[in-house]
């Protein structure tokens, strides 16, 4: 017996041995810098703006074709305002023809829709694509960076500086993880930008080119969605990569990585961390809520009371049985009450720490009673009476 034990306890000790000299996967729970291989990253989630992770946030760096996030941002804003359209007829100039690096080789004159050039900027990073619709709604590039740089002032983007629309490398073109975060966040806010920022292959010219994403993400991620990715000497491997899962919408940004690959594993594990450990959460009306408020001096006596929680918030999975609420109404309501009016508040709370609040509004309207309504009143409760 004590062979078989000596075996077996021998035995046990080699496959623990062995599992772990082949690794064991990382808890995603936690992520630590040294974890991240690229110098700056960050994680946000897109719907709040919240930062999950961070790792020299604000360094200020080149981002390469990365730029092209805020670039394609003004190309939707000029087309929801009816500014341009997707058929429009774009004409290459010889200035957008010039441009090296990634492209679909436009030659001056040459002309493609709206619908083509975002295609081409967006799937195969093309430098000419993005100067050509650039100067097609400026009317020239310089013009372009001009606005890329105003709304980088809008959105708090606070270590950026465009000095071109395409993200070539050039002297004091700059920008941090953070801001590459919050650009992505306001053109994602376009959701037809998602439509081509998914597509892995495409062509253009009839099938003469051949369009192939630079976002191997798209083929490897669950729930990947986008965005951009960009590299040169200056950058390095750098990727803006947005995920979608269970209603949670995640950006990481990575900047500056030594590879292609390494960038896309950063970029798979901040998503992974994130959709780990977070979830967006809708709070529910409690059953037992006060269902109507007294009105003095009104018409009725008491009003309908109406509760809205349909947003969502973002909360730390495993949290939704911690979430309790309170609610904030006045003892009564004072005549005229108009409806949709806030007569109060519900507070969800974890642990003391706020999670959302709503409005309680007023689902009627009460009119004041006046002189002349309880004239009536009484006019009719005596016509009643002598009837009888």
């Known amino acids: 017996m004590k062979f078989y034990q000596k075996v077996f306890s021998k035995t046990l000790l080699l496959l623990l041995v062995m599992l772990f000299s082949i690794g064991i996967p990382s808890d995603v729970s936690a992520l630590s810098e040294k974890e991240i291989t690229a110098p700056a990253a960050v994680l946000m989630d897109a719907e709040t703006g919240k930062v999950l992770y961070q790792k020299n946030p604000h360094e200020v760096r080149a981002c390469a074709s990365i730029t092209k996030v805020m670039t394609l941002t003004l190309v939707m804003e000029a087309i929801d305002s009816g500014k341009i359209s997707w058929s429009d007829k774009v004409s290459a100039s010889a200035h957008a023809a010039s441009m090296g690096g990634s492209d679909i080789w436009l030659e001056q004159g040459e002309v493609m829709t709206v619908d083509e050039m975002v295609k081409a900027t967006i799937v195969a990073s093309a430098n000419d ?29 606070k270590e950026t500086v465009f000095k071109n629309c395409n993200g070539l490398d ?9 801001d590459v975060a919050l650009m992505s966040r306001e053109l994602i806010k376009h959701p037809k930008i998602l439509e081509y920022s998914c597509i892995w292959m495409d062509q253009l010219r009839g099938g003469k080119t051949q369009l192939v994403n630079t976002n191997k993400l798209l083929k490897t ?5 986008g965005l951009k990715t960009g590299t040169t000497s200056q950058a ?3 990727i803006s990569a947005t995920a ?10 990575v900047l500056g990585s030594s590879t292609g690959k390494e960038r896309f594993q950063d970029a798979a594990k901040l998503l992974d961390y994130g959709f780990a450990n977070y979830a967006m959460y809708t709070p529910e009306i409690p059953d037992d809520i006060a269902k109507e408020i007294k009105v003095k001096n009104g018409m009725e006596k008491n009003v309908r009371l109406s509760y809205s929680a349909d947003s969502s918030v973002l909360i730390k999975k495993g949290d939704e049985e911690k979430i309790t609420y309170d609610i904030s109404l006045p003892e009564e309501l004072s005549a005229p009450v108009k409806k949709g009016s806030k007569v109060g508040k519900i507070v969800y709370k974890n ?9 309680v509004t007023a689902a009627d309207s009460v009119k004041e009673i006046t002189f002349g309504d309880i004239f009536r009143i009484i006019f009719r409760a005596l016509a009643g009476t002598c009837s009888q």
């Not at 619709?133 to 009317?139: F, Q, R, S």
């Not at 050039?170 to 953070?178: D, L, N, Q």
């Not at 991620?221 to 969605?225: E, F, S, V």
């Not at 642990?351 to 709503?358: M, P, R, S």
């Open 221 to 225: 991620y669950q729930g990947i969605t």
């Open 351 to 359: 642990n003391g720490t706020l999670v959302a609040e709503y409005p």
């Open 236 to 238: 390095g491997s750098c």
């Open 170 to 178: 050039e002297e004091g073109h700059v920008t941090s993880a953070y």
């Open 129 to 157: 694509a993005a100067v050509a619709l650039a100067e097609y709604i400026c009317g020239t590039e310089d013009e372009f960076v001009e606005k890329m740089n105003q709304k980088a002032k809008e959105l708090g983007m």
């Open 244 to 253: 979608e899962r269970d209603g949670l919408n995640l950006i990481a940004v």
